[in-house]
């Protein structure tokens, strides 16, 4: 079915009014007989599921409030309709679930009143911020019967004036004209009309509030900032100030996705043709790029490398893309989104910058740096089974959202500053080599050097002996021991004051380099370039949970398993506070991250900003989405099967290597998982009285004091209130294997997992693991340092995405414990 514009929408539907009273139509048709009733045309309700792209092949769900439900699968156009709802009683609710790249994405709409003719009922982000100002839930969800009751059609429709209050100016400035309504105007989602207006917008719900921006705002010096949320708050009456009227146009953005689909109707093997290291594309292919593209360090080439030679891209379909934001206007670029799905029907998402040519084409221009260097918002919601008993108090039961900091150190410097990203490989899926960076380092020339260490900062300022935010000095990331590749940095610790003022005050040499001098008695502040951390994942803001269903024992509450206290989950490096306003404002308003470059001489060899895109949600928004089941959930027997030590079953006591099985299910209307991860890792702590006073000894015999307790009064006070003696692991190690004599250098570290596609509910034995789940059996041989306990940690996680471009990770956890022998 093709929807008219609303003038001609308006005109068939007076027309089919005036034909049903007139009792037929003109033509051949035969005219009824006399005393012959008029055929009725039953209610039906139609409309189009749209994000600024289609919802294409959504899963479309009406209920009433009798709880009756009807069931049908939109077009590739987003496009639905229920011919017929005679006899459903209102308020209808109406759900649109289906994929777009890697999101799962869910939306509803509210229809107060039983229509009457044929009625239109959108399904957009603009219609979900209505059903969630007055949804009984945190956020909006499939409502049953006695809630959709409970609604009046008055407080819906105080809602739909709220939010078009907020975006009444853009409405106007867009042309759509003062009877635009979400719900009911019909539109096409092809960028004109009301899919023009979603290309604009931002809306994030989260438990309690919603917020709207306008994702095409310019500062005044052309750089891309969203303008300041306009937050609309559950349950009052106020409302704020409208989204900016700046706009832009998304023409022919149609047109991009019909050249990259054009480009992979061609078989693997002849989009790119690779011969001694350089690549020749298939002229389909050739015009979508430009021709100077880079992003992150890659050409165009190496950079779509594994999609062009991947045979299961053969046939890959292309959505429109999503603007995730505008990022200049001379020359126009926006960064933007591109969802496909390949030849078996999963879906990816790449994220771009794209730019409109004279000829009012986009092409792929990359985000112009030299570096493989991102942040992308992550949060996570993790159960940790293991009890809170008197001995063993290490629960970490909690929800944190922050960022997930990525930097490929594989980069060499020379004498004139050029940098050189190494181990392009136009063969790889990567567009990498799998060479770490001790291999490529040892094929250098002598005056060439690689990355010895960056420095991360962002919105944060220090309160007190605390900070809020990214600590204002930055975050130090170096290459993880852990790590055989080594193509990523793990944070280390915060920079201290001592060294931020050192590297601030030095001054440029004639090679661009900053060579940072001593402070605090190390003249490198990337030392030997290592650390024994494993985690990219910033955390900003942590919540501890309280009473935690037992996933083992038939998911009953168990008040032994409640989370410690916030001020355990203190890390990277301790003294944290959920953020302060001008913060959160900050995080919420696509900031710029700078990253500082430090080569293996200590020398600053560049400074590059990242923009973090997408929304760093509330730690309460990642609780809502789990209690309000919109992830997947493992079944029980597969938790019991790797989580439950007290069991006595092999994949339990014995490490896990090669392949693993795993059941779950998938809510209706829940993000789906993407990766089914398993990690696991063996460490060692000494037994004392928890994160506070003068140790009497670390885990390698040393005395210490612990940094976190000195550095805040109030926070010690609260952890000297914590009763029982703990393991305390702020000086905790990785354990490591054994080796023919001795112990070896290998630490027992391991992660990997199952790339999963939405719709699939298990994994059999069959399917391809490449970690470690280490066993009791571990346990009993890891090397550890005198008078050392171990623990061995097992998690099991999905990984799914939100509608905000976040990663969300959803773990359950346990731990066993080998105390040393007496």
């Not at 919105?459 to 290459?479: D, M, Q, T, Y």
């Amino acid at each position: 079915m093709r929807l008219l514009p609303p003038r001609a929408a308006l005109s068939a539907i007076g027309a089919a009014i005036v034909l049903i009273g007139c009792g037929g139509g003109a033509g051949d048709s035969p005219s009824p007989a006399p005393d012959a009733a008029p055929v009725a045309t039953p209610p039906s309700l139609s409309g189009v599921a749209a994000v600024g792209a289609a919802v294409g092949e959504a899963t479309i769900t009406l209920t009433d409030a009798t709880g009756r439900t009807l069931t049908t699968t939109a077009d590739a156009g987003g496009r639905y309709r229920f011919d017929d709802v005679t006899g459903l009683v209102a308020p209808y609710q109406i759900q649109a679930t289906g994929a777009l790249g890697e999101a799962m994405v869910t939306l509803h709409a509210l229809v107060a009143s039983a229509p009457s003719g044929a009625v239109v009922a959108n399904v957009t982000p603009l219609t979900n911020a209505i059903a969630a100002l007055v949804a009984p839930t945190d956020l909006p969800t499939a409502m049953t019967a006695a809630q959709l009751q409970a609604l009046s059609p008055a407080a819906i429709a105080q809602a739909g004036e709220r939010v078009a209050a907020v975006i009444a100016p853009l409405v106007g400035a867009l042309g759509l004209g003062n009877g635009f309504d979400p719900l009911t105007t019909p539109f096409n989602a092809d960028g004109t009309g009301a899919d023009r207006l979603l290309d604009h917008l931002d809306v994030a719900v989260a438990p309690g509030t919603v917020a709207l921006s306008n994702k095409m705002a310019l500062a005044s010096d052309g750089r891309s900032t969203a303008d300041s949320a306009s937050t609309l708050v559950k349950g009052a009456t106020s409302v704020p100030a409208p989204v900016s009227t700046e706009a832009s146009d998304t023409n022919n953005f149609d047109e991009l996705a019909q050249r990259l689909q054009g480009c992979f109707a061609i078989p693997a093997g002849q989009r790119l043709v690779v011969s001694n290291g350089s690549g020749t594309l298939h002229s389909a292919c050739a015009g979508i790029a430009s021709a100077d593209y880079l992003h992150n360090g890659q050409p165009f080439m190496h950079r779509f490398a594994g999609a062009l030679n991947s045979a299961t891209q053969d046939g890959a379909t292309y959505s429109r893309p999503i603007v995730r934001l505008r990022i200049s206007a001379l020359p126009e670029r926006m960064a933007v989104n591109l969802n496909f799905k390949d030849s078996t029907g999963a879906g990816y998402t790449r994220p771009e910058v794209i730019e409109r040519q004279a000829d009012g084409r986009w092409l792929l221009v990359g985000n112009r740096r030299a570096f493989n260097g991102y942040a992308e918002a992550q949060a996570t919601y993790l159960n940790d089974l293991t009890p809170n008993t008197s001995y063993n108090n290490l629960n970490t039961s909690r929800v944190d959202t922050g960022f997930r900091l990525a930097f490929d150190p594989r980069v060499s410097f020379d004498t004139s500053g050029r940098i050189t990203y190494n181990g392009l490989d136009l063969s790889s899926s990567s567009g990498f080599s799998d060479s770490s960076w001790a291999a490529i380092r040892a094929t250098l020339a002598a005056d060439q050097r690689m990355v010895g260490c960056v420095i991360v900062r962002g919105p944060g300022e220090k309160v007190g002996a605390k900070w809020s935010g990214i600590h204002p000095n930055g975050l130090l990331l170096k290459r993880p021991t852990g790590s055989t590749v080594q193509d990523y940095l793990a944070i280390d610790t915060i920079v201290s004051d001592g060294w931020r003022a050192a590297i601030d005050a030095t001054t440029v040499a004639a090679d661009g380099s900053v060579a940072a001098p001593a402070a605090g008695g190390q003249t490198n502040i990337c030392g030997a370039g290592t650390t024994v951390t494993s985690s990219s994942s910033y955390v900003v803001d942590a919540q501890a949970l309280g009473a935690r269903l037992n996933a083992l024992n038939g998911r009953t509450a168990d008040a032994s398993i409640a989370g410690r206290d916030v001020a355990w989950n203190t890390s990277a490096r301790y003294a944290r506070m959920a953020p302060t306003g001008s913060v959160k404002s900050a995080l919420e308003a696509n900031p710029p991250l700078t990253f500082e470059v430090f080569d293996t001489d200590g020398k600053l060899r560049a400074v590059m900003q990242s923009r973090f895109l997408g929304r760093l949600p509330e730690a309460n928004l990642a609780r809502a989405y789990v209690e309000s089941r919109q992830v997947p959930e493992f079944s029980t027997d597969s938790l019991r099967r790797y989580l439950d030590f007290d069991g006595s079953t092999d994949s339990v006591n014995q490490t896990v290597t090669g392949s693993v099985t795993l059941d779950w299910t998938t809510p209706r209307g829940a993000f789906g998982a993407d990766r089914i991860g398993l990690y696991a890792e063996v460490y060692r702590a000494t037994p004392g009285v928890g994160i506070r006073g003068p140790l009497s000894r670390a885990w390698d015999g040393t005395a210490t004091t612990s940094s976190l307790w000195t550095s805040d009064a109030e926070l010690a006070a609260q952890l000297d209130a914590i009763p029982g003696a703990n393991f305390y692991w702020w000086n905790g190690a990785f354990a490591v294997a054994p080796a023919t004599s001795g112990c070896s250098s290998t630490p027992l570290v391991s992660t990997s997992g199952v790339n999963v596609a939405r719709s699939a509910t298990q994994v059999g034995a069959s399917a391809s693991y490449g970690g470690t789940l280490f066993g009791k059996d571990a346990l009993a041989t890891a090397c550890l340092g005198a008078g050392s306990h171990a623990l061995v940690y097992r998690e099991l996680f999905f990984r799914t995405y939100t509608d905000q471009n976040v990663r969300l990770y959803v773990a359950t956890a346990n731990r066993a414990l080998r105390a040393p022998a007496p």
